[in-house]
């Protein structure tokens, strides 16, 4: 069974979205059988994609980000979403090694996505930076033993950002550094596609056979011909729906649901409906939609409209 992984697909209850048609998606949600599989989009990822995340108990991971304080929220958005550089990162790195003289050490993984290595055991534990980005109420940090290690870090990173040079014609500034520790994983929950198409910068902490996300249906049919794999035993996972839920920008998210209709659940749909696809699973956030070969034959399956909110 083909599976297309959709990350931020479903938007949330409060907002107010602009009219939209998905005549495709319609009908691919009506044939569908839904199973209730909650993830936070960190873990599916790591469901999907990243099994290589694991650290040392004295290494966590730095996030760069941008963060701009309201009244009653913060908005937050990583380092992949601001595009910060690797020179940027490198710059900001051997900064904060410098300011800490050596008692903790920056690195940069990639140039969103830093390690810090402390001297001890980590005794806190925060949220991985995919669960937080975008509007958050103000209250996420960590948890466990020693958080004030957690919050001094924080803090003075913070502090040092704001005066950087780096950031004086920036814009977003890189004002804060989210320190998170490494998700916990076994191999159990890890659903391996023998090829995976995505342009997930996440692609890097996975041990997955990975290819650059097809342009649309199509394309995908024509790469498993050529790397000789069984689209059955493929999966497709596409972020392009995170930027505009951690942004809260709904036009352009139903903008990006007109594209898809034309590029993936149009003909997704038709394959379904001929035959010529076994077996399609959308997954998202909230859980997965399973939809069987020529499921038009269930003919008296209510019709359903999607509203960008329920997957149930």
Known sequence: MFTLIIPAFLRAEHETLPDFATPALNDLWRFARFQAVPRTRSQLYQTFLCDQLGQPENVVYASPVWQQMGMNSVNMLDGAAITITADEACILCEGLNDLYAGDVVFQ??????????????????????????????????????????????????????????????????INAVWLWNAPEHTSADFQAALLLGTDSVWAKNSSLQTEAAPYDWAAWLRLCDERKVEVAQSAVLVDDFVACRDTGDVWAYVDLLADWETRWFAPLRDALFSGSLKGLRIVCEQGECVIAAKPQWAFWRRKKIFDGKYWG
């Open 108 to 173: 940069a993984a990639r140039p969103d996505l830093w390690t810090l290595t402390l001297p001890e055991k980590v005794q806190w534990s925060a949220p991985c930076v995919l669960d937080i980005c975008g509007q958050m109420d103000g209250s996420e940090q960590a948890s466990g033993a020693n958080t004030q290690e957690w919050l001094r870090l924080s803090a003075e990173i913070q502090m040092w950002l704001h005066s950087h040079r780096l950031n004086e014609n920036r814009q977003p500034p």
